[in-house]
């Protein structure tokens, strides 16, 4: 019959491990934690690229139509008119208004609660949505906005976490 040696300390290893479960998770929420804001930011970079290629190709789109750029055929509301050229010849303003028609579009579906501005504007980064801050004099800028609010809830309720990309447009 052996008999136990009573100073021995007994479960040592148990809490060894507990210890190290508990190290071991907090380790992994922070990877979890850093995972969900790389999905953000990826997410948000994302969208503004896109604001980026769109501005982009409104640019180049009037460039190519010099004539209706310098009448201001280009000027845009958030809800442009559809105006197309089926089977007629278009004269440069009716083909501005068509291509600004298409290009908002493109606005509304890629960016979320996209909505874009072309204007004249001497303090160009400024505005919002509701109040573009045009002043009419300076330089032609393109004014796109859209709302980042998608991984805030708070944000999302309150529509408050608009983007605004400016571009300058000079032909």
């Known amino acids: 019959m052996k008999i136990q040696n009573p100073n021995r ?3 040592v290893t148990m809490i060894e491990v507990l210890v190290a479960v508990v190290v071991f998770s907090i380790g992994l929420a922070g990877t979890a934690a850093m995972v969900v804001n790389n999905v953000r930011t990826t997410a948000a970079a994302s969208t503004r690229t896109e604001a980026i290629i769109l501005a982009d190709q409104l640019a180049e789109t009037m460039r190519a139509n010099l004539v209706a750029y310098e009448t201001g055929s280009f000027a845009l509301t958030p809800v442009a008119t559809t105006s197309s050229c089926a089977g007629a010849k278009c004269d440069a303003a009716t083909i501005a208004s068509y291509d600004a028609t298409a290009w908002n579009s493109n606005i509304a579906r890629l960016l979320p609660s996209g909505q874009a501005f ?10 919002s949505p509701t109040a573009l801050a045009c002043d009419g004099a300076g330089i032609n800028v393109i004014k796109i906005f859209w709302n980042n609010s998608r991984f805030s809830k708070e944000k999302q309720i309150a529509g408050t976490d608009w983007r605004r990309l400016v571009v300058p447009v000079v032909p």
Do not use: E, Y
Request: charged residues 25%.
């Open 9 to 11: 300390q007994m479960g």
């Open 118 to 127: 072309m204007c004249v504007d001497s303090t160009p980064d400024d505005g």
